[in-house]
């Protein structure tokens, strides 16, 4: 009788059509059952099919490893600008802000996939094509790594709003609302306040870099400096 | 298209004189001294990669225990912080070899991201034991660039090998201690109440006493 329901059980599960007491009933068959263990397969924390349709699940996941590698990625580049030659204090500590931003942020997004019944996966990578990573390197002059990690930070918010995308799509499989808030909350909100600040450092190094002639450049790049120290 | 080709050949011969230059063109400073020997710099350099290896298999113990089939939030915090620490260790031995006139270049190649090692454990005491295990193979390295430092016969690096004893050895002692600690206590509870001992000890760990 047991073997019956529980191949009735599983047909139900497979089809999508999720009893409303799948763990009510799971303990009512397994209590009282000549047996000493529970397994009590369906009394977890998946609800809304998360990690049975689409990609979701798994893009959270290479969020969660994208943020890993971007975070120690910035924190060589904060170690780069703080060498004796390079010498720029400021520009270190912007990138190791973002590097303690990224880290904090990996953390949490491992706790979010793990708070949604799923286990953490360090291997899975996004189907979203990655930005070029090739003869990557952080040995960059001011300019360029401001470039840089204004790219990386889009790649970042724009990896965000195509997860937001997948968990907003109207399908009963698909829309994922508790997704699609997190990430605003928690991310997107931020990410728009950061990728402006980046652009206007870039602003402004762009117009002491040309300006008078670039006979400014050198004390330009002091000065900004030691304004990025007091400010970040 | 004869104007422009004019216009583009003009240009071809300004554009060293018309380039932007961006930055400013690098000066030279006496070396005399930077005095860190090859060997000692390449163990610190593996040294910085196995602190980051270790935060991320930290990472993964967290991860572990916050699944909602494990549920010991408090050995998941424990875990995270863990990880956060090794992530500092590796960012003091690089704050180190700036000091000394290190990581002008070669930056990149620092740091490798590699998925840990091993993903799940069979209880707590597993992942303490793990961990404490973790902890004695770092000890052990930080003692392997400890002699790399010292035993070199045209420069005995005394500050480096001063502060590895000091501030790093001296941690790792007594990390060593605070898991081994705690897989002891946890232990004797397992022997006679597996599941109320790992869940009590769980809630200590995030510090409510049940």
Known sequence: ?232 | MKTLLAVAAFLAVCAPSLATQCHVNPVNIPKEWITMHRPCRDSMRRQIQMEVAASLQYLAMGAHFSKDSVNRPGFAKLFFEAGSEEREHAMKLIEYLLMRGELTSDVTSLITIRPPERKTWDNGVEALEHALKMESDVTKSIRTVIHACEDDNEFNDYHLVDYLTGEFLEEQYKGQRDLAGKASTLKKMLDRHSSLGEFIFDKKLLGIDV
């Open chain 1, 1 to 232: 009788m047991k073997a019956i329901i529980s191949a009735v059980m599983c047909l139900l599960a497979a089809t999508g059509a999720f009893a409303a007491d799948a763990c009510y009933q799971d303990v009512s068959l397994d209590c009282g059952q000549a047996s000493t263990s529970l397994a009590l397969p369906r009394c977890n924390a998946v609800y809304g099919e998360y990690g049975r349709h689409g990609n979701v699940a798994t893009e959270m996941q290479a969020y969660a490893n994208l943020h890993l590698e971007r975070s120690y990625e910035y924190l060589l580049s904060a170690a780069y600008f703080n060498n004796y030659q390079t010498n720029r204090a400021g520009f270190s500590k912007l990138f190791k802000k973002l590097s303690d931003q990224a880290w904090e942020k990996t953390i949490e997004l491992i706790k979010h996939v793990t708070m949604r019944g799923d286990e953490m996966n360090f291997s899975q990578r996004s189907t979203q094509k990655p930005v070029e990573r090739k003869n990557y390197t952080v040995e960059l002059h001011e300019l360029e790594s401001l470039a840089k990690a204004l790219d990386t930070q889009k790649e970042l918010a724009e990896r965000a709003f195509y997860i937001h995308r997948e968990a907003t799509r109207n399908s009963q499989h698909l829309h994922d609302p508790e997704i699609a808030q997190y990430l605003e909350e928690e991310f997107i909100e931020d990410q728009s306040k950061t990728i402006r600040e980046i652009a206007g450092h870039t602003t402004d190094l762009k117009r002491f870099i040309t300006a008078n002639n670039g006979q400014d450049l050198s004390l330009a790049l002091y000065l900004f400096d030691e304004y990025l120290q007091k400010t970040v």
